[in-house]
């Protein structure tokens, strides 16, 4: 109980609801992968198991389609706890017409994508507020929805596959007002993520750029200030046996899940501890200026090229508006790579 006397009621809460991310995450699928093929061999409910199988199968391209988001989910008291945790901010430089559709591009990746997370895929921060009439979308690892309740649960807080059948439906199939919200350096950014960096991949991250031409969705830049700064990352020196084991791991991580494994840590239960909770400093997520984008069904090179440089240079422009209010040195520059 000693630490406890440390935190207060609200902390505690607040670090609760970090801490309960990634295992109900992990308990969610768990229940499904090893209960669903125990019940089928192994007792006499293998009806239970086939039930669910045939659900699976019946609602297969739910999150291909728009999803089945929950307004209740979304709005839960146990998001303001985490996002007060850090705390986590939206700020709107321009206002988004419910006329278009709009990709939301993100940077940079972080460790976990905190910001993103709170601020697109909760009304935590008031997003519904902010930009009235606009429907949110997150994109993120399709292998995620095969696993069942762990993909109707991801589905009703507005997180679909980032895939392009799953955005272009988003984009297409769904009138106007919609905003797909995609982390644009994916799953490799977070390699460069430490503490002062302003690093990102995206010279040759051109997808997203012709994704809107084919759908007319204007591009909308938009950066978390300190998702850098809440983690630390180990990276150790070359030659070493440590860091070969660590790449050797980092590769196949890659190869099987689609993800880049970090070293990292964080802060521990207190203030003062060692652990792999993020540090409780504030990141602020700026959405810019949207980018009018013609509607090309087969664009070529040179125009992708052409739109792909003038969102390099809004979001550039973006970063440098913004970066001494929150809290970077006036020095600091974007560097893409």
């Known amino acids: 109980m000693a630490f406890l006397s440390r935190l207060d009621l609200q902390e505690c809460l607040q670090t609760l609801s970090v801490l309960q991310w990634l295992p109900v995450y992990v308990f969610l699928g768990a229940i499904p992968v090893l209960l669903i093929p125990y019940f089928l061999v192994f007792t006499k409910y293998w009806i239970l198991s086939v039930l669910a199988l045939a659900w699976l199968a019946y609602d297969w391209n739910t999150h291909s389609q728009g ?14 706890y985490f996002q007060n945790y850090f705390p986590i901010k939206l700020v ?68 679909c596959p980032v895939s392009g059948l799953a955005l272009k439906y988003l984009l297409t199939q769904k009138a106007s007002g919609n905003a797909v919200v995609i982390v644009v350096g994916g799953a490799a950014e977070a390699l460069l993520c430490r503490p002062g960096a302003s690093t990102i991949y995206l010279r040759e991250r051109k997808g997203f750029v012709k994704l809107a031409l084919k759908t007319g969705a204007y591009l909308v830049p938009s950066y978390s200030f300190g998702e850098n700064e809440v983690h630390n990352q ?21 190869k099987i899940l689609g993800l880049n494994f970090c070293t990292f840590h964080g802060r521990g239960l207190t203030q003062e501890s060692w652990g792999f909770l993020p540090f409780n400093r504030p990141i602020t997520t700026v959405v810019g200026e949207p980018l009018p984008i013609p509607k090309i069904k087969r664009p070529d090179k040179t125009t992708v090229d052409k739109y792909h440089a003038l969102y390099i240079s809004a979001l550039r422009k973006l970063f440098d508006q913004h970066k001494v209010q929150y809290g970077l040195p006036e020095t600091q520059e974007l560097t893409i790579i």
């Open 67 to 80: 999803g089945r988001r929950s307004a209740w989910v979304r709005n839960w008291t146990l998001w303001k």
């Open 92 to 159: 709107k430089t321009h206002n988004l017409s419910p006329k278009h559709n709009y990709i939301i591009a993100n940077h940079p990746h972080g460790i976990v994508s905190y910001g993103v997370f709170i601020n697109f895929a909760t009304e935590a921060t008031g997003f519904a507020r902010i930009f009235p009439d606009i429907t949110p979308s997150v994109g993120t690892l399709e292998w995620i929805f095969w696993i069942p309740i762990v993909r109707d649960y991801v589905m009703s807080m507005g997180v």
């Open 234 to 254: 180990e990276i150790f020196p070359e030659g070493t046996w440590i860091r070969f084991f660590q790449k050797t791991f980092q590769a196949t991580f890659k």
